[in-house]
């Protein structure tokens, strides 16, 4: 497609921008500190320690900083850093910036959904929020250790909610909010959340989200489950929105009667700025202890609720912001993820503001008003490190070409992407048409679960290659191994794991620390195993092939084969279901369900919509397959399995089904096929 596609490794040179000033210049220093990070880590971590506040001193024993269990026959799965000593996360983040006299600086620029619909916010305006914000949860009875459910769009009040709960030691979690009020209630009851921080509307695009609906749904729900949800917190996000539509819902809003208006608390009322509520000291609190909960998908379906902690998540994405992205001051950094994913917690939030960095939140979506959004943001602000997904940069380059050149985004140093593999033709697409051949992209491998990016090209001395995450960050050991948990050696493909602990690994699956251990330890004893495949090249460089279980990635997040399918049993028409995943030349990846009736029911286009809108009511709108098939079976072995990897095969029209001599009706493998067909364009 281009003149570039046969370039198959890219060194940063000098007309690179962001080599004109390296954290780490040659390939000579990164195995340096590489190679420190993995012999000596206590010695590590304990200079990167150095640049934070903390409240009692750092052990004087190197070994005693960072220490571990990752073998099941030993006892327990328990990671430790810095056990004892005393921090604040969000005194660190801000506090300890302004001391440094960068108060006045921008922590954040937000752009709404509209055009022209901008606010900003400098380091010491945010701390005054937080403290302020922090001091209301407090009345709210909220103490260390209590759970905050937070549910809003990408907003600055999202950002002063998570780093409030910080500021006290209360656990945050926020649920992303495309979720559906079923999901909301889940993760509400299953993080025992007593107040919910939230909004009454918003705008996405041309759409209109009536959040508070949705809100009051979960929460019926959650009192039912007999959650003691004291509060809910609303920020009045419609009334500010400057939406052209707005008007058409104003009646909407105005006639809208809570059936819980008795927990609701008006954000602007709680928060008092009178001045009374101006100080806040910070709860020092063990760096072991829980700063967020964020729900994953499981291959169990019920997701599971990682579990972060203050000290070593802290240090992590501080370390992993400044390295992956070279920042040095001054520069401004966009991100396009939703705060409610890890990628949004981790690089907009706590990894941009431990580095005293200025970051634009964008609340709206790529293609709204014009498929040029992000392009004119990037113009606007002048931001020079762009941060986005393979998913999005897919959908944009569907687009003309004109969208993008008509912003000539000269400031852009560095492009980085994350969340699934990109494919050539996407990389080469970004590189030449956005990056101009000019900025370096970072592809940076990592999970809920890992806190931060583990495997991504240190800018500058690490040669790119188009696809490839390339070689691990400091502190990472990857290892390939082959089904029965060796390790191999050199250039070959195998199952992707983790030898060593760093700090800002989750510590545990909120209240079921078992199936943190059967989920990441139990399959590869001594490893934590990613549930990824990759291939690692005779360069040493690691290619990320994708999942090994019954997660699929569908644009860049991941859902559970396993949750689709309870979802939709719930329709009593249906008797059996099998979802599977399909590639999709946008999303990476998409859903394709296998759907069989129970006797007396016929699968019709009611019935089809009925089972979309189940989905889309218990999961999320992002779970909506692509591909429902109606069949009269599913494949199955003798002893009751079925058979998922024959139904993926099928959906994505591949014929060699290898060994299926286990199945019990070998008849049903022609009739799937002719549904399959059936329904391909
Ligand atoms: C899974 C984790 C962490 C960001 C958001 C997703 C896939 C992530 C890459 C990458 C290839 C990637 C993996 C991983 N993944 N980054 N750069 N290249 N695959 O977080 O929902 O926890 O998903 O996303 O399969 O296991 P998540």
Not at 52 to 81: K, M, R
Not at 659 to 666: A, G, L, P, R
Request: glycine content about 8%; overall charge negative; some cysteine.
């Amino acid at each position: 497609m281009d003149s570039l596609a046969h370039v198959e490794r890219i060194q940063c040179t000098a007309e690179f921008p962001v080599t004109q000033r390296l954290h780490v210049p040659t390939m000579e220093e990164y195995r340096r500190q590489y190679d420190l990070s993995i012999k000596r880590p206590g010695k590590f971590w304990a200079e990167v320690a150095a640049d934070f506040t903390w409240q009692s001193p750092l052990p004087a024993d190197e070994s005693a900083i960072l220490s571990y269990n990752f073998d099941l026959n030993d006892g327990p799965i328990e990671v430790q850093f810095l056990k004892g000593v005393k921090t604040n996360i969000s005194y660190n983040l801000l506090d300890r910036i302004i001391a440094r006299g960068s108060g006045e600086r921008i922590a954040y620029f937000w752009e709404g959904n509209e055009l022209g619909e901008q606010k900003s916010i400098t380091y010491s305006e945010l701390r005054l929020e937080v403290v302020r914000f922090a001091n209301a949860l407090k009345r709210q009875g909220v103490t260390p250790g209590d759970r905050v459910a937070i549910y809003l769009p990408v907003t600055i009040e999202l950002v002063v909610a998570m780093l409030a709960c910080a500021r006290i030691g209360a656990i945050h979690t926020v649920v992303f909010a495309g979720f559906s009020s079923q999901s909301l209630a889940d993760r509400m009851v299953d993080a025992r959340c007593t107040v919910l921080v939230t909004a009454d509307a918003a705008f996405r695009g041309e759409k209109f989200l009536h959040i508070q609906t949705i809100i009051d749904e979960a929460v019926a729900v959650v009192l039912r489950r007999a959650l003691p949800l004291k509060a809910i917190i609303l920020v009045r996000h419609f009334a500010a929105s400057a939406n052209r539509n707005k008007a058409a819902y104003e009646a909407t809003m105005a006639a809208y009667q809570s059936p819980h208006q008795a927990l609701y608390l008006p954000w602007d009322e709680v928060v008092r700025t009178d001045g009374s509520d101006d100080e806040c000291e910070p709860e020092w609190l063990d760096a072991e202890h829980p700063l967020f909960i964020l729900y994953t998908s499981g291959s169990t379906g019920k997701p599971k609720g990682v579990v972060h902690t203050v000290g070593g998540y802290m240090l992590t994405t501080a370390l992993v912001f400044k390295h992956a992205f070279n920042y040095v001051e001054g520069d401004i950094f966009f991100c396009t993820a939703d705060l409610g994913w890890i990628t949004g917690h981790t690089a907009n939030v706590y990894g941009a503001l431990a580095n005293g960095a200025t970051s634009i939140l964008f609340e709206g979506i790529p293609n709204y008003p014009k498929p040029d959004r992000l392009w004119a943001i990037i113009d606007g602000y002048r931001a020079n490190i762009f941060y986005t997904a393979p998913t999005a940069v897919r959908s944009l380059m569907k687009y003309d070409e004109k969208y993008v050149l008509a912003h000539p985004m000269k400031e852009l140093k560095l492009l980085a992407l994350v969340g699934e593999p990109i494919n050539k033709e996407a990389w080469f697409w970004f590189f030449r048409t956005v990056g101009k051949e000019r900025c370096p992209i970072v592809d940076t491998y990592f999970q809920t679960e890992t806190g931060a990016p583990m495997i991504f090209p240190v800018p500058g001395p690490v040669a790119l290659k188009p696809g490839s995450a390339t070689l691990p960050f400091f502190g990472i050991l990857p290892v390939i191994l082959d089904e029965n948990g060796k390790e191999i050696y050199g250039s070959d493909s195998g199952f992707l794991a983790f030898k060593q602990a760093w700090p800002g690994i989750a510590r545990t699956v909120d209240g079921n620390h078992e199936r943190f251990e059967q989920t990441y330890f139990a399959k590869f004893p001594k490893y934590y195993f990613t549930g990824d495949a990759a291939f690692r090249d005779s360069d040493g460089y690691y290619w990320i092939t994708g999942r090994t279980d019954d997660l699929l990635n569908v644009s860049g997040h991941l859902l559970s084969t396993a949750e689709v399918e309870s979802a939709l049993l719930n329709d009593k028409r249906i008797s059996e279901v099998a979802a599977v995943s399909m590639p999709h030349a946008i999303k990476g990846q998409c859903i394709c369900v296998y759907v069989v009736t129970k006797n007396g029911y016929i699968y019709d286009d009611e019935v089809e919509k009925d089972l979309r809108n189940l989905i889309r009511k218990t999961i999320g709108p992002v779970a909506t397959p692509d591909l429902m098939l109606a069949v009269r079976g599913l494949p199955k072995t003798r002893s009751g399995k079925i058979m998922r990897r024959v139904l993926g095969k099928i959906a994505r029209g591949e014929q060699d089904f290898g060994d299926i001599s286990t199945i019990t009706d070998e008849t049903i493998i022609d009739h799937l096929i002719e549904a399959r067909m059936a329904k391909s364009d």
